[in-house]
């Protein structure tokens, strides 16, 4: 089989993935909105709590406008205190109100049901959506309706994160890579929040015990759960009930219709062969022509990736500390699959703000916080032991030697706390050892911006 890892790193990268510029210009815009929407003296400054990303730009499954006029989108909750007097129908008119003041903003923005749209021109638009805790359930307002409706973005985004862990932090990548292939062939249609869905409950620990490669790299992620989710379908003829993993009795079948989920229930099975045939195919110039059948030209002309790491330590001021547990201890790695560990990092609270999960907000934290870790959950049996790994990447950590990486022992509390310092994904990893062998291992990704 022709897999080409290498060249489905760079394509994602240079190709699918939204750029990092992107990603920090549109950091730079929800900062600015956040800063105007908490200083005023209205009724939405006074009960200003945060502003939240939410959908895939929480989720890291934002990716490239595929056309070169295409625009992309990124919504973000704004998490405020209900106002006493006011009904669901006023929150994103009182919103809409407010921007409407502001020179800055008063051209840009529109209403919709259930948010104010602001529009960068030629760029992108950001749909900012009032989100409430009442009677301690979370709701999102609806401006045509005058209807609470319940929801649950940060239990969805811990759920795909969940999901993602299982597959080794493949399936994000493979969401990418499916909204993609969407969006370049147009022959079908379908919400991004239920293609995540769709695709992320194909991923299972049943899978990995029938084969611990199934997730083993990018390609066959990406064939494995095509294929999966291509059997899935197969097997549903009529549109099944597409439950929000995050909300109990809540689904998304309101926006699709049969027809839609027909003719994406063909494609997929069109797509999923053709998937398999290039992954399968031995001969590499052939290899290529199949896969840009799926992924068009662009597929397998970007220049392989050089990790950051990689690079930084040519230069003679980086110093590599970076360890493994088999080399720092002489402890073997023989992961167990009856054997799991969820690690969690939450952030401390600030005066002013709430503390949160990091998998709630898609592992994103700001700088200059602490962040607490936890084993959250782990089945192994005492007596066990702990270990840790703290990884930092990025031009920020490389350029003041903090690259760290070392493998430590836990001090007896299971815990570590750390702050947030430098731009980049950083990443936590904990071991748990039973009678010398590590048996079980969890990844925490930190991905830290300004």
Not at 120 to 137: G, I, T
Request: aromatic share 12%; charged share 30%; glycine share 6%.
């Amino acid at each position: 089989m022709m897999k080409l890892v290498k060249h489905f790193d760079a394509f994602l990268k240079h190709r699918v993935n939204l750029g990092d510029s992107r990603i920090d210009q549109l950091d730079g815009r929800v900062k600015a909105v956040s800063s105007f929407l908490s200083s005023g003296d209205d009724a939405i400054a006074e009960n200003f709590v945060d502003l939240i990303p939410q959908g895939s730009y929480a989720q890291r499954t934002i990716i490239n406008p595929v056309a070169a006029n295409d625009e992309f989108d990124a919504d973000v909750l704004l998490e405020m205190k209900e106002v006493e007097g006011w009904d669901a129908e006023d929150y994103v008119q009182e919103l809409y109100t407010v921007f409407r003041s502001s020179s800055t903003y008063r051209g840009m923005v529109s209403r919709k049901s259930r948010c104010v749209l602001v529009d960068y021109a030629n760029d992108f638009h950001m749909d900012v959506v009032p989100y409430l805790n009442r009677h301690s359930e979370w709701f999102i307002t609806n401006r045509n309706t005058d209807q609470y409706e319940r929801t649950n973005p940060e239990g969805f985004n811990s759920w795909l994160d969940g999901q993602s862990r299982i597959a080794s932090g493949r399936l994000i990548k493979v969401i990418r890579m499916a909204k993609y292939l969407r969006d370049l062939k147009s022959t079908f249609s379908v919400k991004s929040v239920i293609f995540t869905i769709l695709l992320g409950e194909r991923v299972s620990d049943a899978a990995l015990w029938a084969d611990p490669d199934h997730y083993k790299d990018l390609p066959t992620a990406l064939v494995n759960l095509f294929e999966d989710l291509d059997s899935f379908l197969h097997d549903h003829p009529l549109m099944p009930s597409i439950d929000d993993p995050s909300c109990e009795g809540e689904n998304f079948n309101h926006r699709w219709n049969q027809d839609e989920y027909a003719n994406f229930r063909h494609w997929i099975n069109v797509y999923s062969g053709w998937i398999r045939d290039a992954y399968d195919e031995e001969d590499r110039d052939e290899s290529y022509r199949k896969w840009r059948k799926v992924f068009g030209d662009d597929f397998g002309t970007y220049g392989e990736i050089t990790k950051a790491s990689e690079a930084h330590l040519a230069l003679s001021s980086v110093r590599n500390t970076d360890e493994t547990i088999q080399g720092r201890w002489g402890i073997p790695i023989q992961l167990n699959p009856a054997y799991k560990v969820k690690l969690l990092g939450r952030i401390r609270r600030k005066p002013g703000w709430r503390h949160y999960d990091l998998p709630s907000r898609g592992n994103i934290a700001s700088k200059y916080v602490t962040i607490d870790f936890r084993l959250d959950y782990v089945n192994v049996p005492e007596p066990f032991e702990v270990y840790w790994k703290v990884r930092n990447n990025g031009d920020e950590a490389f350029t003041a030697d903090q690259m760290r990486g070392q493998v430590e022992r836990d001090s007896g509390s299971r815990s570590l706390s750390e702050s947030t310092k430098y731009r980049g994904s950083h990443y936590v990893e904990v071991f748990i050892v039973k009678s010398g062998v590590c048996v079980a291992f969890d990844h925490q990704p930190v991905i830290v911006r300004s």
